[in-house]
């Protein structure tokens, strides 16, 4: 079992940036890729980004490429995403998620964050 916590999420204007924050309890997550999603009002999950075991690869949402930088450290068990030129576009309910298998799909990943709500305003 892995539980998992974001943070970091907040109210920001367009062009601004936020750092959200993912920290992971037990003692296996550098055994555990590590990915973000998002979920809009109304719309449907979306990959943000994931990362590998050791910090690569690194796979991004069109979206997001260039914007939004993903990392690990895994002697704190924490994953993070910095997010950078953020758009109104953004507003969504950001989840931390940890699987086996590096993937864009979110049947690919096993636990789940309660999600970190990040508004952009114009």
């Known amino acids: 079992q892995v539980q998992l916590e974001e943070s970091g999420g907040g109210l920001v204007q367009a062009g601004g940036s936020l750092r959200l924050s993912c920290a992971a309890s037990g003692r296996t997550f550098s055994s555990y890729v590590m990915g973000w999603f998002r979920q809009a009002a109304g719309k449907e999950r979306e990959f943000v980004a994931a990362i590998g075991l050791s910090g690569v690869p690194t796979f991004y949402g069109d979206s997001v490429k260039g914007r939004f930088t993903i990392s690990r450290d895994n002697a704190k068990s924490t994953v993070y995403l910095q997010m950078n030129s953020l758009q109104s576009e953004d507003t969504a309910v950001f989840y931390c998620?940890?699987?086996?298998?590096?993937?864009?799909?979110?049947?690919?990943?096993?636990?789940w964050g309660q999600g970190t709500q990040v508004t952009v305003s114009p």
């Open positions: 998620t940890a699987g086996r298998v590096l993937s864009m799909s979110t049947r690919a990943y096993n636990y």
